[in-house]
Nanobody
Framework: QVQVVESGGGLVQPGGSLRLSCAASGSIFSIYLMNWFRQIPGKQRELVASITGSGNIDYADSVKGRFTISRDNAKNAVYLQMNNLKPEDTAVYYC??????????????WGQGTQVTVSS
């Protein structure tokens, strides 16, 4: 079983910055995908940023140039540096991790979410 835990959310003023962290633990053989999603109440969860095991990165158009995703393979961790935050970035942010367990079967795990609120 693989557990995923996010941290780093909070309240920040418009134009400010936050850094989200996510760590996966448990029976992990390899991780090939780590994503950040966000969700506003009443709306669908949307993909914010994605990074593969080989380092390929993709961003939602709404965050390009402001958010940076990175990962630490040794720690099974992924980070989201969020700069120049806007009120519309307010959401619960979720970490998603996909990979293989030692038995070489796949797993998909979600974190519990961390609240980011951008407000003056």
């Amino acid at each position: 079983q693989v557990q995923v835990v996010e941290s780093g959310g909070g309240l920040v003023q418009p134009g400010g910055s936050l850094r989200l962290s996510c760590a996966a633990s448990g029976s992990i053989f390899s991780i090939y995908l780590m994503n950040w999603f966000r969700q506003i109440p009443g709306k669908q969860r949307e993909l914010v940023a994605s990074i593969t095991g080989s380092g390929n990165i993709d961003y939602a158009d709404s965050v390009k140039g402001r958010f940076t995703i990175s990962r630490d393979n040794a720690k099974n961790a992924v980070y989201l540096q969020m700069n120049n935050l806007k009120p519309e970035d307010t959401a619960v942010y979720y970490c998603f991790v996909a990979g293989l367990v030692p038995a070489r079967t796949s797993f998909n795990s979600w974190g519990q979410g961390t609240q980011v609120t951008v407000s003056s």
